[in-house]
């Protein structure tokens, strides 16, 4: 194998995830999702993803110049030549030397996805901020909630942000604060999702994060069996199968409850939501599964809207 054949095998065929583990490095389960893998060392935190050209790829939360290969992680942490750094890697590209613990493929990811998540990562998560808890009168109960935490994030503007999955993982973001709404540049809309519980008994869809956590708050009684969706206003091409696979991640017997806005486009959306059930039925035969519309009363209102009238005695 020649030089340039042996670093481009290093690159795609030694798992960084398995070689981090030989660190010392562990995975964080909480902050990782499909597509990316989030693992620590100390105060080391690097998050783990693979490059549409097939490389293995990292980006450090704490250091921006921190990123790249196999190769650059090795020079960067053991401060090792080419040559050493080529001597270090070629078992892992040979007969295993020591036993690698397996994880789940890391399917390709393309560059504006990594710039997404890499802007992300840097995010913090909210525990009090005065656009949603003044303006939208969302109580900041809710932000520590286990089920919202992480979910719910804050750039360098200050701004809200509420990032979106797909099949592949966060897929894009959306950006909120007064007067202003946004999307992550780079990013498309797939679902904001709450965390979820095996105990979970239905899934509420509302038409925005921030209708799904004024839900929430609004009937505290169901929450703790409740996990949470949105789709960030009028779906895309991939958002009606996102739904569809969220129904058949469901228990047995749970409700599907679909709480839109009272307008024409909270209907379509019901509509929506309607079929993609209907499909997951017929697809995998789960007639279990309950279907419920719960919409806000009164005409062109949302959920949103019916906590700020509680919260002002309206």
């Not at 030089?3 to 398995?18: S, V």
């Not at 994030?153 to 202003?180: S, T």
Request: aromatic fraction near 10%.
């Amino acid at each position: 194998m020649d030089e340039a054949a042996e670093l481009e095998a290093f690159k795609r065929d030694i798992d960084m995830r398995q070689f981090a583990t030989s660190l010392g490095y562990e995975i964080d389960k909480r902050d990782s999702w499909r597509g990316s893998t989030v693992m620590r060392r100390a105060a080391d935190k690097i998050v783990i993803k693979r490059h549409s050209n097939q490389h293995y790829v990292f980006f450090s939360v704490r250091d921006d110049k921190d990123n790249g290969t196999i190769i650059d992680f090795l020079q960067r942490r053991l401060n090792l030549s080419l040559g050493a750094v080529r001597k270090t890697l070629r078992p892992w590209i040979g007969q295993p030397a020591v036993v690698r613990p397996l994880f789940p493929r890391l399917e390709p990811t393309a560059k504006d996805r990594m710039r997404v998540e890499s802007d992300f990562r840097h995010m913090s998560p909210v525990l009090r901020h005065a656009y949603l808890e003044h303006e939208r009168c969302l109580p900041a109960a809710v932000f520590s909630c286990w089920r919202f935490v992480g979910r719910i994030r804050m750039d360098a503007r200050r701004n809200v942000v509420f990032p979106h999955f797909d099949r592949q993982g966060l897929c894009g973001y959306e950006i909120k604060n007064h007067g202003f709404t946004g999307f992550a540049a780079g990013g498309v809309k797939g679902l904001w999702f709450s965390h979820t519980g095996l105990d979970d008994r239905r899934l509420v869809l509302a038409e925005s994060a921030i209708d799904a956590l004024s839900y929430a708050a609004l009937f505290p009684d169901t929450a703790d069996r409740t996990r949470y969706a949105s789709l960030g206003g009028k779906p895309n091409f991939q958002q009606p199968r996102l739904v569809k696979a969220s129904f058949t991640k469901m228990p047995i017997g749970a409700e599907i409850v679909a709480a839109f806005d009272a307008d024409d486009g909270g209907r379509y959306l019901v509509d929506t939501i309607r079929v993609a059930l209907a499909a997951a039925v017929t697809e995998t035969g789960r007639t279990d599964l309950i279907f419920k519309v719960h919409v806000p009363g009164e005409d062109g209102a949302d959920w949103n809207q019916i906590l700020q009238d509680r919260c002002h005695g309206r």
